[in-house]
């Protein structure tokens, strides 16, 4: 990821990401993360049968990388983990949501700042027809 894109205010949304996931030889479906204490949205990823497993034996949110065609359990190397409090499914049973606690200092691989994990991946909003705005930190 560039930092243009990942901490710009320059609008450039990848509507080509379901494509890529379609394309990334795995079976997935879309997980909402959300804080169960705050409410807070945290995530959106992917998980297959092996991620959505581990999860319900780990207790601990794990996902399948559409990127880089992995087991991802979140935190395992950044210590920011997501501790399962409860586990949703939808009408169609085609995503998930997890309420979970996090355990670390965030739950999004960019830091702010002070060089702190961000506590979500939704940090910046769209202003002024497509700008984009850090929120206060």
Not at 16 to 40: H, I, M, R, S
Not at 56 to 64: E, M, Q, R, S, V
Not at 83 to 112: F, M, W
């Amino acid at each position: 990821m560039s930092k243009e894109l990942e901490e710009g205010s320059r609008l450039t949304l990848d509507f080509e990401k379901l494509k890529k996931v379609a394309n990334c030889g795995a079976d997935v479906l879309p997980v909402a993360v959300q804080d169960a204490e705050t409410g807070e949205l945290l995530i959106i990823a992917y998980a297959n049968k092996e991620a959505f497993e581990h999860t319900l034996k780990t207790g601990h949110a794990t996902f399948w990388s559409t990127s880089r065609n992995e087991l991802w359990e979140k935190g395992a190397t950044s210590g920011d983990v997501l501790q399962i409090v409860e586990i949703r499914v939808n009408c169609e049973q085609n995503s998930l949501l997890y309420l979970v606690r996090p355990l670390g200092k965030g739950a999004c691989h960019t830091k702010d700042s002070k060089g702190v994990a961000r506590s979500s991946c939704y940090y910046r909003r769209i202003v002024d027809g497509g700008k984009l705005e850090k929120l206060p930190e």
